[in-house]
């Protein structure tokens, strides 16, 4: 889903700020605590990455010298294709475990976790005071109140506007409210305007639709419930969601066609002014051209119910230490190695992403980063995207739906069926 971007690593500028930074946290604490016994271990910790840029390879590279300078531990690094990665983690999990491996947050993980593969590391986070400075990532990387991982970076979604429509039919306000949203929607409209480009030829674009307005209507619990398989798609909490969403669909704010365009293929309508926003993640960025860019900005989806505390997508990387991990303790000082602010500042940007920690700055100058990093801070919680957050097959069935509902929206109850006949099979107790 997400587009890569590679940046090399190691300029001026970049050393400075990480010096800078060092300094300011401490960075001899770092090593705080190294033992004499772990510069003389001769273990040798492996850690299984699936790390395709190669800015944030180098990256890699350039922490495990670090590690093994500061600390004397040997490391072995397996580096795999990203896509075959995705197969050989559930075999290699329960065959052959490395001490430390990257994948993905929300369910993603939570099948290992559930499966017992991956290990219980709330240790490490009551030890380091990570909660406090994640924040809402927190629930990422979390399983009946315990942590399985670190959430190492996170890509972010809003409502990308162009300006000079918010200027003529919104007065510069950005929308904060459901109503205002349509009142804006409307106005293009009237002017033959579609108020959001939309591509669901790739089918995920519309869950983010579905999240959002259940995320907005009904919360964060009852929503990750339903991801879970805990909560009817048939639920009547489901009829607002539906009702709004189909507001939309009858008032003709989407594209027409949507069917037949991917997610980039629906962006010349927000670049030509056929359209006026785009519901999409921050790397839509690298399909506007950079001489553009400023006629853009980017909003937060609104408020529903005020009574609903906020929750956002935020899709999330994340470090795990698997359960058959032959060095633990060696895991763990790797990973509260990694997790500094001065590391995490460094290993977030070339993909464009966000710091999952509150106290690490962004280093490069960069709006819609900032922009991120505000919304994550007003959110109380943070889902990770349809497809991450529910069972790949539930999710397949479920995104399918979403494309047919919004294409027709008379489909809607035969829609729901079948999404409940789906999950009743899918998470059918064993």
Known sequence: MKKRSDVPFGTASRRTVLKTLAAGAGVAA???????????????????????????????????????????????????????????????????????????SGDR???????????????????????DKVGALTTTVTVDGKQYGVPTGASFWGIWARKDYLDKYAGGKAPATWDELVAFGDKMVADGISPFAIGTKDLWPSA??????????????????????????????????????????????????????????????????KAGMYLMGQFLTRNIPAADLDKYTYLQFPTIDPAVPTAEEFPVDSMHIPSGAKNKDLARQFIEFFYQPERLALWVEPEGNIPTRSDVPVLKKDWLLEKGQEILKSAKSASQYYDRDTDPDMAQIGMNGFQQFMADPKSRKAVQARLEQARKRIYKPS
């Open 30 to 104: 770092l090593g705080g605590g190294w033992s004499a016994a772990a510069l003389a271990d001769d273990r040798t910790l492996t850690i299984n990455t699936n790390i395709s840029g190669e800015g944030q390879r180098k990256l890699m590279a350039q922490f495990i010298e670090e590690f093994t300078k500061e600390t004397g531990i040997k490391v072995q690094q397996n580096a795999m294709d990203h896509e075959g990665y995705k197969t050989a983690i559930r075999n290699f999990l329960v065959a052959n475990p490395p001490d430390v491996c990257l994948w993905f």
């Open 109 to 131: 993980m939570r099948a290992f976790v559930n499966r017992g593969l991956f290990d219980d590391i709330s240790d490490l986070w009551v030890k380091e005071g990570w909660a």
């Open 208 to 273: 983010a639709w579905f999240d959002y307005l259940n995320l907005r209507i009904n919360g964060y619990d009852f929503h990750m419930k339903l991801m879970a398989g805990e909560a009817s798609y048939e639920d009547p909490k489901l009829d607002a969601v539906f009702d709004k969403w189909q507001e939309l669909i009858d008032k003709k704010f989407f594209i027409p066609n949507h069917t037949s365009y991917d997610w980039q293929g629906a962006v010349p309508f927000l670049l030509q002014g």
